[in-house]
DNA sequence: GAACAACTTGACCGATCGGTTCATTTATTC
DNA sequence: GAATAAATGAACCGATCGGTCAAGTTGTTC
């Protein structure tokens, strides 16, 4: 049986390692992190449990080396998004999408992350990714929504975030009460369309509230962020640019 | 030891049943089904394993009796809201308030019930209740919002029990990065401003859309809901009735 | 082919798991 | 106070858990 191919370049088959990456990933984001036993995972590798041990140490050290995986992949999928030099709305929009796409194909993940989230006592490398994301989205919201009260960019970002992932984590739920997949095609596509539409909306009434708050600011005051200003059509379409990768997929 | 008080109606000390029952729901809102063993439970408790399986048979009967306790005051709280008959505008607010403070109440629950919808398997009660909240909440949606496109009702469903549940989910993760409780005090009541908010802008926005849809249309046509209109004034604060409740609260 | 490192196996360990069994205690009823 | 049923404690079971270990296989390098 083929189970090796270390440093020859020509049959790219998955290592032993990566199997047990891939069963382990899998066995995971189905159960979660308890519920999960080193012999699970290598039977549906199709090895011996002692390699789990051999290659990760313990069963702590599995689940680190699917999480740094994953965080990989989700890190590089918004940082092109996060530090365009964009308008805030543009940005936001490149965001949803970016990030519905990222977790729409890795729906079993947002399961995982989420109930990690829901720890008490998380994982420090899901707290420091979380932080990251965090620290990001609500420093680019502060350019248009206040620090504090209804409209916070605190209450912001938990909003938006929460509208992408929990159409994903509720996906195989409600996949059965509307009678098609939420995370490919028309609904998904809806989904889209809801969070931009929604976004929109916000994005709007900032911009309404922040014209009313100037009007009845005589001169320059100095509590506000000046100029903080939204520079496209309000509600308008998302521009066409971010949906490039949009339109790709699906 | 006091230990027992089945007919007798003067000490209403808690029953081992219900110490048990307790323990349980604590210990499976912290680490999740998988993750909490009888002994556990029954440590907790301050009594044997073995009463654990005397009374509820096996460790998936005292899942379900936990989860049949959490759901009987779930029901409670949301019914008398939903079944109103004042109009949709002071429905949707007044079923944000009576959410987000049973939410933020039974925060440990939050976790909980999210990881076990994002479960594949999931149980049948989990499944129960939510389709009956959300053929509930949809239904009422329908009054005034499409049934599909970007402003469904299922997305606005999603969206908005999004916005309550992910608050609490997040706490403990958010409390360390804002510095503040977020179940308690003033962050509760800026959630509850911002999700009122956010209820209006998409209300407000609901109406523009059939306002300028019936401008189009000429005659009296047969596609839309007939006389479905919000009878309150756009983006009006949400009438003080519902407030009653929050306000009692902290 | 010897030496070596990387990889893999299968047997094994103590601890804990869900669950059972049974003797004992407690409260209730007559 | 005897009888009875509910409630409780303590020991126990087979299975499985995370993890270890020594021996074996395989490919690489001289």
Same mark, same amino acid.
């Given at each position: 049986m083929p189970r090796r191919a270390a440093p020859e370049p020509k049959p790219p088959e998955p290592s032993t390692k990566e199997q047990l990456l891939t069963a382990a990933e899998e066995l995971f984001c189905k159960v979660g992190y308890e519920g999960v036993s080193a012999g699970d995972v290598a039977r549906l590798a199709g090895v011996r449990k002692s390699l789990v041990f051999y290659y990760f140490g313990n069963m702590a050290g599995l689940f680190e080396a699917v999480l740094e995986r994953y965080y990989a992949a989700h890190t590089q999928a918004l940082t092109g998004v996060l530090s365009a030099d964009d308008d805030v709305r543009t940005r936001m929009h490149g965001l949803v999408d970016a990030y519905l796409d990222f977790m729409a194909s890795h729906a079993r993940y947002a399961s995982l992350v989420q109930a990690q989230l829901a720890n008490p006592n998380l994982h420090p490398m899901v707290e420091k990714n979380f932080g990251l994301l965090y620290h990001l989205v609500e420093g680019a919201l502060l350019e248009v929504a206040p620090r504090t009260g209804r409209a916070a960019s605190r209450q912001l970002f938990v909003t938006v975030s929460g509208a992408v992932i929990n159409w994903c984590t509720y996906a195989p739920l409600l996949s059965r009460l509307m009678g098609?997949? +939420? +995370?490919?095609?028309p609904l998904l596509e809806e989904r889209r369309a809801h969070i931009h539409w929604l976004v929109g909306l916000v994005l709007d009434a900032l911009e309404r509230e922040e014209e009313t708050a100037a009007k009845a600011?005589?001169?320059?005051? +100095?509590?506000a962020k000046p100029g903080a200003k939204l520079n496209a059509k309000p509600n308008a379409k998302p521009p066409a640019k971010p949906r490039q990768r949009a339109a790709a997929r699906r």
């Open positions: 098609d997949d +939420l +995370l490919t095609g600011r005589p001169g320059a005051k +100095l509590n």
